[in-house]
């Protein structure tokens, strides 16, 4: 279990940052965490140098290296988001799930435009200027892999931050308040596969293949080419529901993370999984399998040769 120090979302940003700095050719030493998790006072203090030494920019350009980073599943889950308002409704899922101080409060202004504030979840430890840079950052670079045009993020006082694909230096603050976020884009389209199926092993494999999505009923069937009444009435006569499939999937897909040798931490698992919290997560897998998750990995966990 993820000690009270820790963040497996952390260390995901870890690894970004390592990736990150080596790409710009900046030679602070860092070294990218190997597990899945990392102190949070090693990621502020790492941040903070950074700053100090190369500036806000920098930083900001952390973010670029995502894209040609080895999978981080975190990182694929987000970006698998429809648009832009489901990426952030799905930073936001992951940070219910992370142990970490922070948060992203959104607030939609306009058509594609967004307000965010990188706050604390206790009213209390603020997040430093050096770590919001790199959350924007990051948002703002996974809102342009989604296709999303034209992005631009603009700080508390309109100076551009990112625009036309480009970094621009920040004017520097002490306690960066919020940030504006443009990036319209429209939903990705449920592609109906060439040979629809009413079978349930096929409809779990959609599921699977993005569990982190808010699946409905009704989503479900636009992605299968069918109607819902049609859905529900194969399902039926499968003697299951949507629901029902639904919750299966989300323990199959826990249980896969929880047998891998070395896998996520729980929290992580919880969050890859769909579910939404990490209570949710317990209270579930103890539901339909009849023990905890942690006593799962125990006794299946794949253990090396």
């Not at 990995?297 to 794949?302: E, S």
């Amino acid at each position: 279990m993820t000690s009270t120090g820790e963040d497996f979302a952390s260390a995901t940003m870890m690894r970004l940052v390592a990736a990150g700095l080596a790409a710009q050719g900046i030679g602070v030493p860092v070294a990218a965490p190997v597990g899945a998790h990392v102190p949070r006072g090693k990621k502020r203090d790492l941040l903070h140098r950074v700053l100090q030494e190369h500036g806000a920019k920098t930083i900001l350009a952390i973010s670029d290296a995502a894209p040609n980073m080895p999978p981080e599943p975190v990182v694929l889950a987000l970006r698998k988001a429809r648009d832009v308002p489901d990426l952030l409704g799905r930073w936001a899922r992951l940070e219910t799930f992370s142990h970490g101080r922070h948060r992203v409060v959104t607030d939609q202004t306009g058509p594609g435009t967004f307000e965010l504030r990188h706050i604390a979840k206790d009213g209390r430890s603020r997040p430093s200027s050096a770590e919001s840079l790199l959350v924007f950052g990051l948002l703002t670079r996974l809102c342009e892999s989604l296709g999303a045009e034209p992005v631009l993020l603009e700080d508390q006082d309109g100076h551009v931050w990112r625009k036309d694909g480009a970094w621009f230096a920040p004017a520097f603050h002490d306690v960066i308040q919020n940030v504006v976020l443009t990036a319209r884009s429209s939903p990705r389209p449920d592609m109906p596969p060439e040979n629809p199926t009413q079978d349930s092993h096929a409809l779990r494999q959609t599921i699977a293949d993005d569990p982190v999505r808010r699946w409905t009923l009704k989503s479900l069937a636009r992605h299968a080419g069918m109607s819902q009444r049609t859905l529900q009435r194969r399902l039926a006569q499968q003697s299951t529901s949507f629901s029902q499939v639904l919750s299966e999937v989300r323990l199959q897909v826990a249980a896969d993370h929880l047998c891998a040798t070395d896998g996520p931490g729980l929290a992580e698992i919880g969050f890859l999984a769909g579910y939404a919290d990490q209570a949710h997560f317990a209270r579930s897998f103890r539901h339909g399998v009849g023990t905890t998750p942690k006593r799962y990995r125990a006794a299946f966990q794949d253990r090396p040769a």
